[in-house]
């Protein structure tokens, strides 16, 4: 139940496949929620309207109305540019030219704050996770890409208008593979979930990795997390292989961002870190400090997300609050 | 001829061959300056007392007492402790745990900065110089090594009580050469100017490379950026193909530091680039933006930096003055 003196705010998070709207008290404690499938390819038109739906719903099952919002912060896909409140383009939704952040303020008349998803995901961890009020963190989510985010000195690191930490876009092997932006010898040509579970294909069609077979086949699509995990667990040897090739590509990103920004902490996320952290992280922080030099090896720690998918929309709800204080100072 | 009404700022910087120390007045003109070589072999001892007397000269020089010094910058080599104001080892000198900062505010009472000193050189660029005001600098510096730095927001980018942007030590060729910290494939290994000269040298031994072989011949000492540039525009293909493919990886180095930064600038400075800018930024340029994301391409330029060695003092005494007026808030 609402209580007129507190301030809310709402985090969304605007996902390929599903959207979700949280409505949070002033200590953040999440008070009523709502979720939809994303439709992206209704058109814009009906997405912007099913966002203003997933807001009114989540509103009603907090017991909050939009006036007692002072803020919505919302984690969206694709290149953004920030002062617009526009997405430019998401690739995974097909639309253009999003006017996100207008298109809520104009409905329920509290002030917007439209971030890059991951960068809400980081923030998120920073202000309630596994990089809490640390001086500098830097995300990286390895999933079908690989994403990136920094907050530093409290706040995220942005480019010129835009976001950046565009970690998987980095080249750590000059001739590699190609990735979804036809960039060869990416980071997210080498280490992403999703090339991770396409080499895994070939194993298991090669006859390699027995356990994958039997529980998720060769169909690429069907490789999820879990299958990779517990085909690694029951001893697939290449898949275990395929993994640590990976970590070591991680290990090379890691490098150089410590290189770089001399991070306090860098927080590993996502679904294939979630379902083998045990695996990952220890080979990734192994293989990291053979490339580090060694005045720089322990200044940094490597850790893993602790806030899942609540990250996001967190973040993003904590965002709108700094932005609107950042307005009133 | 000081004024009692001004304030006066001292910029040092501390080389492995020369120290260099300017007396600056409020606007930061130059009124004196004196320099030492460094003798590092002397020791350490004997070195803080030449730092103190070049600082005495400078003074002299000037025509300004300690006391009207508001702080020094000093820009310093290899890794600090910033918050203890030392210099952990100085390979070049010889030197390890130098208490640097202490040892002149003691004899001087004034309050000291010390900065590593390719960030005083990228912090001078941003307020003097090439990246005069802009929001993120980043500055590249290809010499013995490759040095960098960045500038956020009006303030250098540092790491946990260290200095960091060790631009020269990501990986950017797998299976490289080894660079001066033993590791494989650092941008260091593949295109600074040190390797530039010995890939060159070994073409002059080779008679790829006649006009170098005629000027400086087969030893890599002598090949310094002056006899590599003239090389390259009288002709000597080889040496051009060097530069070129140096280039290249300073090209990769940028897409890496535009997809994590997205700065507005990235500044080129040192001793090749300033030798023949012209044949160097315009292909560095080319091959940056084929790997970087269509997105970012237009948000950040390549320019020239333009204080020469002048950077790297005025950069020093200005973040003393940053500091001193941090203190006051």
């Given at each position: 139940m609402a209580d007129d003196n507190q301030d809310y705010w709402i985090g969304f998070d605007l996902g390929g496949t599903k959207m979700l709207?949280?409505?949070?008290?002033?200590?953040?404690?999440?008070?009523?929620?709502?979720?939809?499938?994303?439709?992206?390819?209704?058109?814009?038109?009906?997405?912007?309207?099913?966002?203003?739906?997933?807001?009114?719903?989540a509103l009603d099952d907090a017991d909050v109305s939009a006036k007692q919002v002072k803020g919505l912060g919302i984690g969206c896909p694709g290149p953004l540019n920030l002062k617009k409140k526009l997405i430019r383009t998401a690739p995974n939704l097909g639309w253009e030219n999003v006017p996100i952040g207008e298109s809520i303020e104009k409905e329920f008349g509290f002030p917007v704050t439209v971030a890059n998803d991951v960068d809400a995901g980081v923030f998120g961890e920073y202000q309630f996770g596994a990089g809490k009020g640390k001086r500098c963190v830097v995300g990286i989510f390895p999933g079908t890409g690989i994403g990136g985010g920094?907050?530093?000195?409290?706040?995220?690191?942005?480019?010129?208008?835009?976001?950046?930490?565009?970690?998987?876009?980095?080249?750590?092997?000059?001739?590699?593979?190609?990735?979804?932006?036809?960039?060869?010898?990416?980071l997210e040509s080498v280490a992403s979930r999703l090339t991770i579970a396409g080499q895994s294909a070939l194993a298991a069609y090669r006859g390699q990795a027995p356990h994958l077979m039997n529980k998720a086949g060769t169909d690429i699509s069907n490789i999820r997390s879990g299958a990779l995990s517990d085909s690694v667990k029951k001893g697939d040897q290449a898949v275990k292989k395929i993994v640590e090739d990976a970590c070591e590509y991680l290990a090379v990103s890691v490098a150089t961002v410590v290189h770089l920004l001399a991070?306090?902490?860098?927080?590993?996320?996502?679904?294939?870190?979630?379902?083998?952290?045990?695996?990952?992280?220890?080979?990734?922080?192994?293989?990291?400090?053979?490339?580090?030099?060694?005045?720089?090896?322990?200044?940094?720690?490597?850790?893993e997300a602790e806030l899942g998918d609540d990250a996001g929309v967190m973040g993003a709800a904590a965002l709108a609050k700094q932005a609107v204080e950042e307005s009133n100072k």
């Open positions: 709207a949280v409505v949070y008290d002033h200590k953040f404690k999440p008070l009523g929620k709502a979720r939809k499938k994303t439709k992206g390819s209704e058109g814009m038109e009906a997405g912007l309207k099913r966002i203003n739906a997933v807001i009114n719903e920094c907050v530093y000195e409290g706040k995220l690191f942005r480019g010129a208008n835009c976001s950046c930490m565009e970690i998987g876009h980095i080249s750590v092997l000059p001739g590699g593979a190609i990735d979804g932006a036809n960039n060869h010898g990416s991070p306090d902490v860098i927080v590993f996320g996502g679904g294939l870190i979630e379902a083998m952290p045990d695996v990952m992280l220890p080979e990734i922080q192994k293989q990291a400090q053979k490339k580090i030099l060694p005045a720089l090896r322990d200044v940094y720690e490597i850790v």
